[in-house]
């Protein structure tokens, strides 16, 4: 089945086309900068990349270039049998995939202002492909529906009950697809050897989840992405009296702090330099005492947090490192393991050496989990979904 898989962001909007029997991605694409100057969309078919600098004033006529960049390139629209829209936050709602219907994108909107840089758009992207294109099905995968019937000890906040439920504050998590989808392929690949699994979503936002038998247990991330490790801008855990104390010695506004936790802290506060781990690896192995630093938090992090989603399943198989620093990074992988020493895990320096795109062990045999890298394909995972929902 052909599927058309949309991210949309506030300002973004990619997209790819896959063959869910195939696996193959036909072309794929981001149109950036919608609604401000200097729009372009960058398109990649069969291995040949281009950059079209258009005008992009809305998601309305992003989506268009998008359909029209397909057609222009051969494929048949028609042959385009569903279109799966990552959502970001599906609150309250939706504990699953779920085919498209007006109520639907009541729900997006309506639970929107926990995640409002994301909701409003996805949803006015879903609403302008069943406009434009009415015999195409749409599928919605959120991203915090994995972690939605997670177990209540690990997911209400000790406020008060009357605020809890005015306000549906509980830890949604995030990263839901990918961490589905690692759980998919690596249970595949392992069978019966895995029944515990924490995977390790680790690129500029990250986020660890416990996943027992197919089920999340506990996550990181919180009622935003705010919560759980350090990321490339974030945070992660602090004291959230810092936001107090931050607002009224410190004299700086709600939308002050909110801008620098999330997008002035992290890896980049931390390493003076940059959010990017690379550069920040570079920099260390240079001598630069803070990104030594860095890095140290970094990894402690990661492996304190591991040792948490552990906890939420008594014990662990599989650890499992995905996105971007989880794939390409041998350091944070042999580092993290490092930490993790004393619980018995062990990884095999020349197998962490490996760059591939195929899943891959890189434990010893005789570490007491087993340790792999799996690269995550969540538009693959949405494409899978769109086609159990409208496929058949
Ligand atoms: P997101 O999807 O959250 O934007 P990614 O999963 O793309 O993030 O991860 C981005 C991070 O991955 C960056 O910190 C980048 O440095 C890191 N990364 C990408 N490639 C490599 C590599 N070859 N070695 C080390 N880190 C890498």
New binding site residues.
């Given amino acids: 089945m052909n599927v058309l898989v949309i991210n949309a962001g506030s300002s973004s909007l990619k997209y790819q086309l896959l063959d869910t029997t195939t696996h193959e991605v036909k072309a794929k694409g981001n149109c950036e900068r919608i609604g401000i100057n200097d729009s372009f969309i960058g398109h990649e078919e069969r291995g040949q990349k281009s950059k079209m600098d258009v005008e992009l004033p809305n998601h309305r006529v992003a989506v268009q270039y998008v359909f029209e960049i397909l057609k222009g390139a051969g494929f048949d629209i028609n042959s385009i049998e569903g279109i799966g829209h990552r959502v970001v936050q599906g609150g309250w709602y939706f504990s699953k995939s779920e085919v498209v219907t007006d109520d639907t994108l009541q729900k997006v909107r309506e639970v929107a202002p926990l995640a409002p840089l994301h909701n409003y758009a996805e949803a006015d992207v879903i609403e302008i492909c069943r406009d434009l294109f009415p015999s195409i099905g749409n599928v919605i995968v959120p991203d915090t529906a994995f972690h939605f019937n997670m177990p209540e000890k690990a997911s209400r906040y000790a406020l008060p009950r009357d605020v809890v439920d005015k306000y549906h504050i509980r830890k949604y998590g995030a990263h839901g697809t990918s961490h589905r989808y690692i759980w998919y392929l690596t249970h595949k690949l392992m069978g019966e050897k895995t029944h515990k699994l924490i995977s390790c979503?680790?690129?500029?936002?990250?986020s660890l989840c416990a996943i027992q038998d197919g089920k999340s247990m506990d996550t990181t991330m919180g009622l935003t992405p705010l919560d759980g490790l350090i990321?490339?801008t974030r945070t992660g855990t602090i004291d959230p009296a810092t936001v107090f104390y931050l607002y009224r010695v410190g004299g700086y506004s709600i939308d002050e702090i909110d801008t620098m936790m999330n997008k002035q802290s992290g890896?980049r506060a931390l390493s003076d330099i940059s959010?990017?781990?690379?550069?920040i690896?570079q920099a260390a192995s240079e001598g630069n005492e803070h990104c030594q630093m860095t890095l140290k938090m970094f990894y402690y992090r990661i492996a304190q947090l591991i040792a948490e989603m552990a906890q939420s399943m008594h014990g662990f198989d599989t650890i499992v490192f995905t996105?971007?620093?989880?794939?390409?990074?041998?350091?944070?992988r042999a580092e993290v393991a490092k930490e993790l020493a004393w619980l018995g895990i062990k990884i095999d320096v020349e197998k962490n050496k490996v760059r591939s795109d195929e899943p891959r062990i890189i434990s010893t045999d005789d570490s007491a989990a087993t340790v792999l890298v799996v690269p995550?394909n969540e538009e693959l995972m949405i494409a899978m979904d769109v086609e159990d929902l409208l496929g058949k």
């Fill in positions: 979503h680790i690129g500029s936002g990250a990321m490339g890896l959010s990017d781990s690379r550069d690896e996105a971007g620093i989880g794939e390409n990074s041998e350091l944070t995550t």
